[in-house]
C-alpha cells in the first residue's frame, strides 16, 4: 500500500530542489484507496460537497454568474448533451461546467477554506470533480476519493510554499487549485501515475491568480480557472500531450518560480505522523458567515457582545477589533463601496454585526451599504495587530467595545465557526443550503438535493444529484 509520508522524499537542504519531482503527488492520486481514507475523512468530505453544492446555488444569481451565462453559456448551448451548469438549464464541455460552477461557488465568498493553504478548496474540487465524473459515469465513492486527493494537494503545497506565496500576493485558490484539480480529475479519469504527472505539468502552467482583484468578480473567477485548467489538463494529458515531469521543483519550476524569494519549506511536507490533510486541526474549515474568513472570529465576538450589552448596543462609542499580522492582508477596504467590497472591509462586517445582531447573505447588499447606523459605526472602530494573537495563523480576533457611559468589555475568539473542533452540525449544513436557496431564488429542491449529496458515497452515480441541480 502506498503511504502518506511516501509522498515526496527529501535531501538535506530544503530548497525547492529537495522535493523529488511530480512522481509521488501523482503516484500519491493514483494509488489512493478507499482504506486510506477512514470514515471521519469521508464523512468531513461529504459535507464539504454539501456545502460546495449549496454555496453554488447562493451565487447562481449574481451578476457573475449571469456574465459567464452570457459567455460561456451562449456558447455552450441549451440541451441534453454536456456537463451540467449548476442552476439552470445549461448543459457545456467539461471545463466550461469546470468554469462556471466554480466562479459561482465562490462568488458569495461564502464557501469553504483551508489552511496551510490558505485557499478555498472546494468551490474548485468539486466543480472539476462533478464535470469529469458526470462524463465517465463514476460513482459517488469516487467523487470522495478524488476530491480528498484533491484536498491532500492543496495542503502540501501549502505547506511547502506559504506564507510567502500568499504574501506575494498569489491567490492559492488559483495557483494550487490549478494542479490540486488536475489531481483530482484525473483520480476520476482514472489516468497512471505517468499521465497523471503529464496533468500536474500541464495545470502548473497554467496557473495564475491575483489577491489585488480581492473585492471584485475576478476573485470568484479564480475557482473557475482554476477547476477549468485542472480538468483540461487531465483530459489533454489523457489524450498523450507531453509536458515536463519536473514541473513542480525544478529550476523554472512551479515552486521556485512562484516564490522566488525563497520561503520553500520542504520539510513541513514530511508530517512526524502520517495523516490526511482533510483529518488535520485546520485542513478543511466550513464557513459560517459569507465574508473573508479573516473577519469571522471577529464577528463572532462581535455578536457575543451585541448580546451582552442588550438593548445597550445603540450606546456603543468605540469598538476595537485586536487582531493578527497576517489577518490584515486580505482585509483590504475600511468603508466598502461595493457589496463585494464589504466582504472584505472588517470594520462593515463588525458594524453589521453589531447594528443588525447578524451577517449573513443579506448584510452584503446595497440596502446593506446605505444603512444609516451602520455607516456612522465604521468610523468608531479601530482594527490593529493584538499581541496576544500577533502571530496567530486562524485569524484569532479579539473584541473590545466601549459605550458612552464608560463601560469597556471584551470578548476574544480563537477559532471560528465551522473549523473541524467546530465542526458544523448536519442541522446547520441543512439550513445554510436551503438559506442559499431561498436567497437566490435559483426554485432547486433543497431538502432534496441535500439528502441526495449526504448520501452521495453510496450512490452509484451523480445521476441524481445532477438532475436535482438543474432547473427547466
Not at 464557501?111 to 463514476?138: C, G, N, Q, R
Not at 451602520?374 to 500577533?390: F, G, K, W
Amino acid at each position: 500500500m502506498f503511504f502518506l509520508r511516501d509522498l515526496f522524499s527529501f535531501s538535506s537542504t530544503p530548497t525547492a530542489m529537495s522535493i523529488r519531482p511530480n512522481d509521488d503527488l501523482a503516484a500519491f492520486a493514483s494509488n489512493l484507496s478507499e482504506d486510506d481514507i477512514p470514515p471521519e475523512a469521508r464523512r468531513r468530505a461529504t459535507d464539504a460537497i454539501t456545502d460546495c453544492i449549496a454555496c453554488s446555488l447562493g451565487g447562481s444569481r449574481t451578476d457573475l454568474a449571469r456574465h459567464l451565462l452570457n459567455v460561456v453559456g451562449n456558447a455552450s448551448g441549451n440541451g441534453q448533451r454536456g456537463a451540467v451548469f449548476i442552476a439552470s438549464d445549461h448543459r457545456g464541455s467539461v471545463y466550461d461546467a469546470a468554469l462556471y460552477n466554480g466562479a459561482i461557488a465562490h462568488a458569495l465568498d461564502y464557501d469553504d477554506i483551508s489552511h496551510p493553504a490558505y485557499s478555498h478548496p472546494s468551490a474548485v474540487l468539486v466543480p472539476a470533480i462533478f464535470a469529469v465524473a458526470e462524463s465517465v459515469s463514476a460513482p459517488g465513492s469516487e467523487v470522495v476519493n478524488a476530491y480528498v486527493g484533491g484536498l491532500e494537494a492543496f495542503g502540501r503545497l501549502g505547506r511547502a510554499l506559504n506564507m510567502e506565496h500568499y504574501k506575494n500576493g498569489w491567490h492559492p485558490t488559483s495557483t494550487f487549485g490549478s494542479i490540486a484539480a488536475s489531481v483530482a480529475a484525473a483520480r476520476i479519469l482514472r489516468l497512471r501515475e505517468g499521465e497523471t504527472r503529464t496533468a500536474i505539468a500541464i495545470a502548473a502552467s497554467a496557473s495564475s491568480g491575483l489577491r489585488v482583484n480581492f473585492g471584485t468578480m475576478v476573485k470568484p473567477l479564480h475557482a473557475g480557472y482554476a477547476a477549468r485548467n485542472g480538468v483540461l489538463a487531465a483530459l489533454l494529458a489523457r489524450e498523450g500531450m507531453t509536458a515536463a515531469q519536473d514541473a513542480l521543483t525544478s529550476r523554472f519550476g512551479f515552486a521556485s518560480t512562484f516564490n522566488q524569494g525563497g520561503g520553500i519549506d520542504a520539510s513541513a511536507l514530511r508530517p512526524t505522523q502520517p495523516q490526511l490533510e482533510i483529518l488535520t486541526d485546520y485542513g478543511l474549515a466550513l464557513k459560517a458567515f459569507p465574508s473573508c474568513a479573516a473577519t469571522h472570529t471577529a464577528v463572532e465576538a462581535a455578536l457575543m457582545l451585541r448580546k451582552q450589552l442588550a438593548e445597550r448596543h445603540a450606546t456603543i462609542s468605540r469598538v476595537r477589533v485586536g487582531v493578527s499580522e497576517f489577518a490584515r492582508e486580505p482585509l483590504l477596504y475600511v468603508k466598502p463601496a461595493t457589496p463585494l467590497e464589504g466582504k472584505f472591509s472588517m470594520h462593515y462586517c463588525v458594524a453589521m454585526a453589531l447594528v443588525r445582531g447578524r451577517l449573513d447573505l443579506r448584510s452584503f447588499s446595497e440596502e446593506g451599504l446605505a444603512d444609516a447606523a451602520v455607516a456612522a459605526l465604521i468610523p468608531r472602530i479601530t482594527m490593529e495587530v493584538d499581541e496576544r494573537v500577533r502571530d496567530d495563523r486562524e485569524f484569532a480576533s479579539i473584541v473590545t467595545i466601549e459605550t458612552e457611559s464608560g463601560e469597556s468589555i471584551e470578548q476574544p475568539v480563537h477559532v471560528a465557526l465551522g473549523k473541524p473542533a467546530r465542526w458544523l452540525s448536519t442541522a446547520q449544513l441543512k439550513e445554510k443550503l436551503r438559506d442559499c436557496c431561498e436567497y437566490s431564488g435559483c426554485g432547486v429542491n433543497a431538502a432534496a438535493v441535500f439528502a441526495a449529496l449526504q448520501s452521495l458515497d453510496r450512490a452509484s452515480s451523480l445521476d441524481e444529484v445532477l438532475s436535482l441541480l438543474r432547473t427547466q
